[in-house]
């Protein structure tokens, strides 16, 4: 069974700090993985990860794939009030059925 | 503002009630998916059309109906729904029927049960 495992589950900074969230995943006959934001409603997409070892980047944001340990970061740099979310990953197979991770919860404080 | 719309915001119903859930897309999209989420839990994935045909069905409770009239339009109807149905529901739409391609997400409809 697919296991997907996000850390910290919840996460308290100041703006200015940065922050790095984790997703450790199980899935078989891995595909992609992909982070999205969600503050009060609808999920935002950020990033698409496909292979190891290359950094995505956007604004303050960067995120990479480690396939063989099979994991991925979210870096986030000079933290903002606006970066307060949900943060989550789904790594994805090659069938259709894929699950999100339980959330990193961001909370940066002015 | 998403560029996916979902009607309505906000609804309440008791036990017995039949609604219906609307979303729309007008970006071309060719999958519209169905999502159920739970106070600080995930999305969980309920349905997935791909070309207007419904690809999956998660186990879904047969009080949940998916219907996609067209390429552009999805509806989510409910019957007989429970009060442990409360959460708030997402549809999204992807370009290509693939959900490993990044979705857009609606701002989902809260409904309630009493």
């Known amino acids: 069974e697919d296991k997907v495992v996000q850390s910290p589950l919840s996460l308290v900074v100041h703006e200015g700090d940065t922050v790095t969230l984790n997703c450790s995943y199980e899935?078989?006959?891995?595909?992609?993985l992909l982070w999205y934001k969600q503050e009060k409603k609808a999920p935002t997409f950020l990033f698409m990860l496909t292979s190891s070892g290359i950094e995505k980047k956007s604004g303050r944001l960067s995120s990479i794939l480690d396939k063989k340990e099979l994991f991925s970061i979210l870096n986030i740099t000079a933290t903002q009030t606006g970066d307060s979310a949900i943060y989550l990953c789904a790594p994805h197979n090659y069938g259709q059925n894929f699950v999100f991770g339980p959330g990193t919860r961001l909370s940066v404080l002015p | 503002d998403t560029e996916v719309t979902q009607t309505p915001k906000h609804l309440v119903m008791g036990m017995t009630n039949k609604k219906s859930l609307k979303c729309e897309q007008h970006m071309g999209h060719r999958a519209m998916y169905w999502y159920k989420q739970k106070a600080k839990k995930p999305p969980e994935l309920m349905f997935v059309y791909s070309y207007e045909k419904l690809s999956i069905n998660e186990s879904v409770p047969s009080r949940f109906s998916p219907e996609c009239p067209n390429s552009s339009l999805l509806n989510l109807h409910l019957h007989a729904l429970q009060p442990e149905d409360s959460a708030l529901y997402l549809c999204?739409?992807?370009?290509?029927?693939?959900?490993?391609?990044?979705?857009?997400f609606g701002d989902g409809t809260r409904l309630s049960i009493l």
């Open positions: 999204a739409s992807s370009q290509e029927p693939d959900p490993s391609r990044p979705q857009h």
């Open positions: 899935v078989t006959n891995f595909r992609s």
